[in-house]
């Protein structure tokens, strides 16, 4: 009898280890998920262009996020100190600014022809809107992001896209590959 408990104890105490380890395992693998820790609007708005490397977006590791959080508190609030926004904060406006700018792309379909002749995701953050993706070659991307900008509330438009889908390098990083390097602004 006590050589089954003596088992007994030591069956739990090897239970209890693993279950530590599964646990330690899974809170290590939350922190490396990638996630929209800052509930950045994040949005397709065009799929005319094959094969165009889907934009990575506001998906971050916890790591990232701790890294960005001190320098997002102080993006956000120095709108607001400086006197250039009525909020608080410049991320309170995305959602608001979200909503416009489908409302903007209606108006600009048109004249642009962006739905036809790209594929692109918008980003949102502190009155910032980051197009990503790509466009055809004959798309008039200067025009495109000199509409966007008009939207109420916009501080500026990025232009972060490219004619070159397979490109060794693109303007973003991407859902499939985060950690390729990007190229350079103006490159």
């Given amino acids: ?103 903007r792309l209606l108006t600009i379909s048109n004249a642009t022809h962006w739905r036809d002749k790209t594929s692109l995701w918008l980003m949102l953050q502190r009155r910032f809107i980051y197009v990503q993706g790509c466009v055809a070659k004959d798309f008039d991307t200067k025009q495109f992001i000199a509409e966007l900008a008009k939207t109420a509330d916009v501080d500026r438009v990025i232009d972060e896209t490219t004619t070159d889908p397979a490109a060794a390098r693109l303007p973003y990083r991407t859902k499939q590959d985060p950690e390729k390097p990007t190229t350079e602004q103006g490159e």
């Fill in 1 to 103: 009898m006590k050589r089954f408990r003596q088992s007994f104890f030591t069956m739990i105490l090897i239970v209890l280890s693993a279950q530590q380890y599964v646990h330690a395992a899974d809170a290590n693998n939350e922190k490396n998920a990638r996630a929209n820790r800052g509930n950045d609007p994040f949005v397709r708005i065009s799929q005319a262009v094959p094969n165009c490397p889907e934009p990575l977006g506001p998906m971050e590791t916890d790591e990232e996020w701790l890294g960005e959080s001190h320098y997002r508190i102080e993006r956000g609030n120095s709108c607001w100190v400086e006197g250039r926004c009525r909020l608080a904060n410049a991320y309170l406006y995305d959602r608001e600014i979200a909503e416009s700018v489908q409302r």
